[in-house]
């Protein structure tokens, strides 16, 4: 399908209220036309499935802008258009925040009640040692808890993301491509919120870091959202940040899915997601170096079975 008059590419790193009603006409006239039809007829099923595409993250002058975030949205946009008439479902995923969560700075204060830079990461010693107190007692069982089972350090991030705020919002451009979607191929937009428990990261869709602390469940396996992609006949991957919440989702997909053929349903577009930069740290250390982690992870995903691909590579 052609790209809609009123997708602008000079505007999509802007923040704008979603024209609706602009979109879901030009919608209507495309199902007129013929170029597009219904997606119950399609005989082969295919999800795009983006991860926290959304202005926290794909915005410059947001708090946690990944850098090359604007170019993968319109790549990701123009992808999204062209093979409108193939994607039988659109699904993202909206990392959602409160200001008090264990990677938020307002969780933590050291002894003189400050609290901690963003980036500052935070380790079993530094709170054995009391560096760093927590607002809950059960955060040092989750340090503890990362640290034993080699995930991500415990690190303070920027406040984002937060419920209510515009940063939650999908970014428009992509928010405009789901509204085109959902009328011209007359099939709802699936949205899956993840990461609201205060003592718990969620980097991955499908499941939190830590499952249980203190005998209490702070999270689980989205099971659900996982039958319910695995379903398709592809997976087409994209979204924000290749080095932590894309792929930690692709990780969790290839633990559930062993199944090679299974996995390689899922394709990955490379080119419409970025790392985290690392932080300014010298010597950095290797748990840090984000770019490098997601490429390393990638690079064994695809020997498990998943397909890397990119926007410019046809569906067949």
């Known amino acids: 399908m052609d790209i809609p008059s009123f997708f602008e590419a000079t505007k999509v790193g802007d923040v704008w209220m979603e024209r609706a009603a602009l979109v879901a006409e030009a919608a209507n006239l495309a199902r007129?036309?013929?170029a597009i039809g219904p997606s119950r007829d399609d005989k082969k099923r295919i999800v795009a499935f983006g991860i926290d595409c959304q202005i926290g993250f794909c915005t410059p002058g947001a708090s946690l802008f990944v850098p090359g975030a604007v170019e993968d949205t319109e790549r990701t946009a123009r992808w999204l258009y062209a093979n409108m008439g193939a994607l039988t479902e659109l699904c993202f995923s909206l990392d959602t925040h409160a200001v008090h969560q264990i990677f938020h700075p307002a969780f933590w204060k050291d002894a003189a009640g400050h609290a901690p830079a963003p980036f500052t990461v935070?380790?079993?010693?530094?709170?054995?040692?009391?560096?760093?107190?927590?607002?809950?007692?059960?955060?040092?069982?989750?340090?503890?808890?990362?640290?034993?089972?080699?995930?991500?350090?415990?690190?303070?991030?920027?406040?984002?993301?937060?419920?209510?705020?515009?940063?939650?919002?999908?970014?428009?451009?992509?928010?405009?491509?789901?509204?085109?979607?959902?009328?011209?191929?007359?099939?709802?937009?699936?949205?899956?919120?993840?990461?609201?428990?205060?003592?718990?990261?969620?980097?991955?869709?499908?499941?939190?870091?830590?499952?249980?602390?203190?005998?209490?469940?702070?999270?689980?396996?989205?099971a659900d959202l996982y039958a319910r992609l695995l379903s398709f006949d592809r997976v087409y991957v994209f979204g924000q940040a290749k080095s932590h919440c894309v792929l930690s989702t692709l990780q969790d997909l290839a633990d559930h899915a062993k199944d090679r053929a299974l996995l390689s349903r899922i394709h990955v577009l490379v080119d419409a997601m970025s790392p985290v930069p690392p932080p300014p740290l010298d010597p950095l250390p290797a748990a840090l170096?984000?770019?490098?982690?997601?490429?390393?992870?990638?690079?064994?995903?695809?020997?498990?079975?998943?397909?890397?691909?990119?926007?410019?590579?046809?569906?067949?």
């Open 122 to 222: 935070i380790s079993v010693d530094d709170v054995t040692t009391g560096k760093w107190v927590p607002r809950d007692a059960r955060a040092r069982e989750y340090v503890e808890r990362l640290a034993t089972a080699g995930k991500y350090a415990l690190t303070i991030w920027p406040y984002h993301v937060l419920l209510g705020g515009v940063s939650h919002a999908l970014v428009p451009a992509l928010m405009e491509a789901s509204i085109f979607h959902a009328v011209a191929r007359d099939v709802p937009t699936v949205f899956e919120t993840k990461g609201q428990h205060p003592l718990t990261e969620n980097y991955s869709v499908l499941s939190t870091e830590v499952c249980e602390l203190g005998g209490e469940r702070v999270g689980s396996f989205n």
């Open 32 to 34: 007129a036309r013929g």
């Open 289 to 316: 170096d984000f770019p490098r982690i997601a490429d390393r992870a990638f690079a064994k995903l695809a020997e498990q079975g998943m397909v890397f691909c990119k926007t410019t590579d046809p569906i067949s």
